[in-house]
């Protein structure tokens, strides 16, 4: 698996559980807002003042969590998406990049190896084709 292929795997794992913490924390929440509803119609007493701040705390508390854990979930998505784009934007370079390089006429002052052999060989075989029609000529 490529680079790519794996931080994209790891941000996808990620992003799965953010989303499963944010399904926990908005069906906690929604229990917890069913309960202080609940304590709106008992009679006025200490108890239930008491109870209901610590209710009321509480979803204070789960709502920022639920809060940040989304922003974490959609950061998480975005990064995805950027990782998905630069790997089309790569296929599409590697490909341009080998057309290119198929198409291009070569460099005729960078010459690779094998060309500066082969123009070696040829010069050889000149050399030795006009050694054989001297050697002709002189008999």
């Known amino acids: 698996m490529t680079d790519a292929g794996e931080a994209f795997t ?5 992003a799965a559980g953010k989303l499963m913490r944010k399904e926990e924390l908005e069906a906690e929440l929604l229990k917890l807002r069913r309960d ?7 009679a006025a007493s200490d108890e239930a003042e008491a ?5 009321d ?3 204070k508390t789960v709502a920022e969590e639920l809060a940040g854990v989304d922003d974490e979930y959609r950061e998480a998505l975005a990064e995805m998406a950027a990782l998905q784009k630069l790997s089309r934007d790569a296929e ?13 006429e070569a460099d005729p002052i960078l010459r690779s190896a094998e060309e500066i052999a082969l123009d070696n060989v040829r010069a ?16």
């Open 10 to 14: 790891r941000w996808r794992r990620l």
């Open 57 to 59: 705390a509480r979803i």
């Open 51 to 55: 109870l209901q701040r610590d209710l």
């Open 36 to 42: 202080r509803l609940s304590l709106d119609g008992i």
């Open 92 to 104: 599409v370079a590697g490909a341009r990049a080998t057309v290119a390089a198929a198409t291009a």
């Open 124 to 139: 050889h075989v000149a050399d030795l084709e006009g050694q054989l029609k001297a050697g002709k000529e002189l008999k």
